[in-house]
């Protein structure tokens, strides 16, 4: 199962390099942008990703760590970015869903229109934890 999502992921990345390079995709390195800081969790499953791509790409997949501002930082570099198959965001709710909320029409991208969803290879729980004595039941 994790290698058919990878090969569609990989088939997706191929396809968006365009039909004239499609037979040479990927020509160099691919940039996986981590829109956080090196050593946090997003950044350790990008670097195990990336490996992995890269072996089955035969290609290098470079890592960079562009943090600040909640991941919009990263997020609008790979916004701006040519859309070759060259340069990829490992997004999440952060960038998708959190950033856009609290900075509205100040983000500087947009989820909806400035990026094409690939894969969703990872999920992560999480819950909210307050003292027992809490007031709040719900």
């Known amino acids: 199962m994790q290698k058919l999502l990878f090969s569609v992921a990989l088939a997706v ?3 968006m390099a365009g039909p004239a390079t499609a037979q040479d995709y990927p ?3 691919v940039t996986m942008i981590i829109p ?3 050593g946090g969790p997003t950044d350790v499953l990008g ?3 990336g490996a992995r ?3 089955l790409l035969g ?3 470079v890592i960079e760590n562009v943090g600040g501002a909640g991941g919009m930082t990263g997020a609008n570099r790979v916004a701006k970015a ?3 198959g060259y340069t990829f965001l490992l997004g999440g709710s952060a960038t998708m869903t959190t950033v856009p909320a609290l900075y509205g029409r100040k983000a500087q991208y947009n989820p909806l229109t400035d990026f094409e969803h690939v894969i969703q290879f990872a999920d992560s ?3 909210l934890i307050a003292r027992k004595d809490f007031p709040a039941s719900t």
């Open 125 to 127: 729980a999480r819950i």
């Open 82 to 84: 040519a859309p070759d």
């Open 27 to 29: 020509s160099r390195p």
């Open 53 to 55: 791509m890269g072996e």
């Open 59 to 61: 290609q290098q997949v």
């Open 47 to 49: 670097r195990i990703v």
């Open 36 to 38: 956080f800081a090196a």
């Open 13 to 15: 990345l191929a396809g």
